[in-house]
């Protein structure tokens, strides 16, 4: 029986501690008590060699497949002997897709497509980041990308110098050390730019709180310092433009020899699934040509074999492949007036490459922003020359051991034209940015002008005014103009009139005025004394006078003499006092 009554939740139990021994029974343990058991993390090493073999094993699916696709359209002993045979052609092919070179009876091929490493850079990108995703490394996520890189590129450079050397034949022998730094350089780059990927996704999910944002590429930059991190912008926007330019060069020349290439086609004869290969191939090669293009705009130009030039300076050729982009080479002599347009690409990619260098920067610099813009414009010549190192190499022996552009020529003088017109746009730049606030404020000090649409409006003529005669004196009765009084002078005749509230007791009036006020005040005059009798009779009180004395005169009343100031005033604690003199009781 339960001792709960109704109606009362159970108590949980507190949960018991496991035991020291028995780590196996732990799972169980944990699911009986109602929890779920702990994940366990696999090792990272584990995980790079699972991501390795993932990677491997569908790369040689794929290019196993075309390569037997092509032996059963081509000759038989085209693609090999046997599937043995095929076999190794793939093996061949998937090894050179990470530029690892083989030898076989006329000399070595360097010349390797370097289109055909998006294959492997795609897979190893994605292997990266689901090695991030699984490790769950979320401390210290740059650490964390370099490990999951190496531990992804180690098995894999490991399983490319195996199939290597198992792939060795007679008639082709793969290199092996190539093989080895070359796919472990491919799957650090590819694997960690993809667990990048996933660091900065994740984190970029986190800021969106439940929104779906998207963090392409371009959100790697997240990880940089902001220093760094302006360096790889200006270096990427002038290396885009100097690309840009080689595409163009090669385009317009294929357009201009697009009959020579179609004659080449109908020489080879390829049929249809050779046809399909041959364009294939061509694509691969697609990326050499761009990259070909571009030396030529900075200068130096490349080579189809010993002996010849292809460069803004002329075109010496020899007998060259019957390749089919190989047909928009220029004809031997000076080098077309159109394609020296395309000199102005480096110092355009230098102009764009200090700009974006100097407006990525955290904060504007004085002295320091041409030799920031320089940095970015040597960094550039560097990347220039490892990309002309890839897109060239030996073609067998002989007149052809020499194919493609020089290395150290094009980064010489890619770093001297691009750092130079990247250093100059990184002061006007910069010079512009720190001007900027002093062009704000003249904006907002100048006043605004009206629009232009009042300005059409159509203006009514105003009527002609007629002047007015001069003015008569009499003819306006204007009233007189105050005079101007101050705003903090009181009005005098407001407190002159004020009785204030700490004034002494007056005086009691008295009948007579005062002596300073009597002549203000005029005296009231007596009542004319009654008309006398014409016969010159006196009456005095109702008797006749014969001869009355004259009686004597009053003396008059001293009057004082008026006083200079008789209305004295005095201002006490704000109040104006009328001081007044009385005379004496005594008179």
């Known amino acids: 029986m339960s001792d709960r009554t109704p109606g009362q939740r159970a108590k949980r139990?507190?949960?018991?501690?496991?035991?020291?021994?028995?780590?196996?029974?732990?799972?169980?343990?944990?699911?009986?008590?109602?929890?779920?058991?702990?994940?366990?993390?696999?090792?990272l090493y584990v995980t790079g060699l699972v991501a390795a073999l993932w990677c491997v094993g569908i790369g040689l699916a794929v290019l196993t497949t075309i390569t037997l696709i092509g032996w059963i359209a081509a000759?038989?002993?085209?693609?090999?002997?046997?599937?043995?045979?095929?076999?190794?052609?793939?093996?061949?092919?998937?090894?050179?897709a990470h530029h690892a070179g083989f030898s076989y009876g006329q000399g070595r091929v360097g010349l390797l497509p370097l289109g055909v490493i998006v294959l492997p850079g795609v897979l190893l990108y994605r292997g990266g980041g689901w090695m991030i995703r699984v490790a769950g490394l979320r401390q210290r996520p740059r650490i964390a990308v370099v490990h999951v890189a190496v531990a992804q590129a180690a098995p894999y450079a490991g399983l490319a110098a195996l199939?290597?050397?198992?792939?060795?034949?007679?008639?082709?022998?793969?290199s092996a050390w190539q093989a080895l730094?070359?796919?472990?350089?491919?799957?650090?780059?590819?694997?960690?730019?993809?667990?990048?990927?996933?660091?900065?996704?994740a984190q970029v999910a986190a800021e969106a709180k439940g929104r779906r944002v998207r963090s392409g590429l371009g959100a790697l930059l997240r990880l940089l310092p902001e220093r760094p991190r302006s360096l790889v912008i200006?270096?990427?926007?002038?290396?885009?433009?100097l690309l840009a330019s080689g595409a163009v060069l090669v385009a317009v020349a294929l357009a201009m020899n697009m009959a020579a290439a179609d004659d080449l086609y109908g020489m080879l004869a390829p049929g249809v699934v050779g046809g399909v290969l041959l364009l294939l191939v061509e694509l691969a090669f697609l990326p050499n040509a761009v990259i070909w293009g571009m030396a030529y705009a900075v200068g130096p130009g490349f080579s189809v074999g010993a002996g010849t030039s292809v460069s803004p300076t002329g075109v010496f050729l020899?007998?060259?492949?019957?390749?089919?982009?190989?047909?928009?080479?220029?004809?031997?002599?000076?080098?077309?007036?159109?394609?020296?347009?395309?000199?102005?690409?480096?110092?355009?990619?230098?102009?764009?490459?200090?700009?974006?260098?100097?407006?990525?920067?955290?904060?504007?610099?004085?002295?320091?922003a041409p030799l920031w813009g320089f940095v970015s414009g040597a960094l550039t010549g560097a990347v220039a020359a490892l990309l002309s190192a890839?897109?060239?190499?030996?073609?067998?022996?002989?007149?052809?051991?020499?194919?493609?552009?020089?290395?150290?020529?094009?980064?010489?003088?890619?770093?001297?034209?691009?750092?130079?017109?990247?250093?100059?746009?990184?002061?006007?730049?910069?010079?512009?940015?720190?001007?900027?606030?002093?062009?704000?404020?003249?904006?907002?000090?100048?006043?605004?002008?009206?629009?232009?649409?009042?300005?059409?409006?159509?203006?009514?003529?105003?009527?002609?005014?007629?002047?007015?005669?001069?003015?008569?004196?009499?003819?306006?009765?204007?009233?007189?103009?105050?005079?101007?009084?101050?705003?903090?002078?009181?009005?005098?005749?407001?407190?002159?009139?004020?009785?204030?509230?700490?004034?002494p007791r007056r005086p009691r009036r008295r009948s007579d005025p005062l002596p300073d006020l009597a002549e203000e005040r005029p005296e009231p005059k007596p009542a004319p004394p009654p008309p006398l009798p014409s016969d010159g009779t006196i009456v005095v009180e109702g008797h006749i006078v014969d001869d009355p004395e004259p009686e004597p005169e009053e003396p008059a009343r001293p009057v004082p003499p008026p006083r200079a100031d008789p209305n004295r005033?005095?201002?006490?604690?704000?109040?104006?006092?009328v001081l007044r003199e009385e005379p004496d009781r005594d008179d």
């Open 234 to 241: 200006g270096v990427a926007g002038a290396l885009g433009v």
């Open 390 to 503: 890839l897109s060239g190499g030996p073609l067998g022996g002989g007149r052809m051991a020499t194919v493609g552009p020089s290395a150290w020529q094009v980064g010489l003088l890619a770093a001297l034209e691009v750092g130079i017109s990247a250093a100059i746009a990184a002061w006007v730049a910069n010079w512009m940015v720190l001007r900027r606030p002093a062009r704000e404020a003249t904006k907002k000090s100048k006043p605004k002008k009206a629009p232009k649409k009042a300005a059409k409006k159509r203006v009514q003529p105003k009527p002609a005014t007629v002047p007015l005669s001069a003015p008569i004196p009499g003819d306006y009765d204007l009233p007189a103009a105050k005079a101007p009084k101050a705003p903090h002078a009181p009005d005098p005749v407001q407190f002159e009139e004020a009785e204030p509230v700490l004034a």
């Open 13 to 43: 139990e507190p949960s018991r501690p496991a035991p020291a021994k028995g780590e196996a029974g732990r799972p169980r343990a944990e699911a009986a008590r109602g929890r779920p058991p702990a994940q366990v993390a696999r090792p």
């Open 318 to 368: 020899d007998i060259v492949p019957a390749f089919p982009p190989l047909a928009a080479l220029p004809q031997p002599g000076p080098a077309p007036a159109l394609s020296l347009i395309a000199l102005a690409a480096p110092f355009a990619a230098g102009a764009v490459g200090g700009v974006l260098t100097i407006r990525s920067l955290p904060s504007p610099v004085a002295e320091g």
């Open 569 to 577: 005033t005095e201002n006490r604690g704000g109040a104006i006092y």
């Open 181 to 201: 730094v070359g796919c472990f350089l491919v799957a650090v780059i590819a694997g960690g730019l993809g667990a990048a990927r996933a660091v900065v996704a």
């Open 75 to 96: 000759p038989k002993t085209a693609m090999g002997h046997g599937l043995s045979g095929v076999f190794r052609t793939a093996v061949n092919f998937w090894l050179v």
């Open 163 to 174: 199939l290597a050397l198992a792939a060795s034949s007679k008639e082709v022998r793969p």
